[in-house]
């Protein structure tokens, strides 16, 4: 699987942006989706899955009910909308693709692909 993220941009705060992220491969529909971000001088960190059994989302505390991932078996595509967003939400964001299945805390880590970064900016 072959990963391409793009929709970054700069934005004040409390705008919002929708990042996508493409995927190649027949079997797009088989994997588990996330979005990860690695702010300056920080690790990355997980943000966001989406499950492809049966759509359940996992969510990092700090973008819940702000952010919102959504997937397009169709378009092999999968988006990440966030909205409110903080000058601390500023950093590279990464998709990325897992095999097989997970839940939970289950789904922030064991990825096996992963997309070049976009970045964020988030202005005060």
């Known amino acids: 699987v072959q990963l391409q993220a793009y929709g970054g941009g700069s934005v004040q705060a409390g705008g919002s942006l929708r990042l996508s992220c493409a995927a190649s491969g027949r079997t797009f529909s088989s994997y588990v989706m996330g979005w990860f971000r690695q702010a300056p001088g920080k690790e990355r960190e997980f943000v966001a899955a989406r499950s492809w059994t049966d759509s359940s989302t996992y969510y990092a505390d700090t973008v819940k009910d702000r952010f919102a991932i959504s997937r397009d078996n169709a378009k092999n595509t999968v988006y990440l909308q966030m909205s409110s967003l903080k000058p601390e939400d500023t950093a590279v964001y990464y998709c990325?693709?897992?095999?097989?299945?997970?839940?939970?805390?289950?789904?922030?880590?064991?990825?096996?692909?992963w997309g070049q970064g976009t970045l964020v900016t988030v202005s005060s």
């Open positions: 990325a693709a897992r095999r097989g299945v997970c839940s939970g805390y289950g789904c922030y880590s064991g990825y096996d692909y």
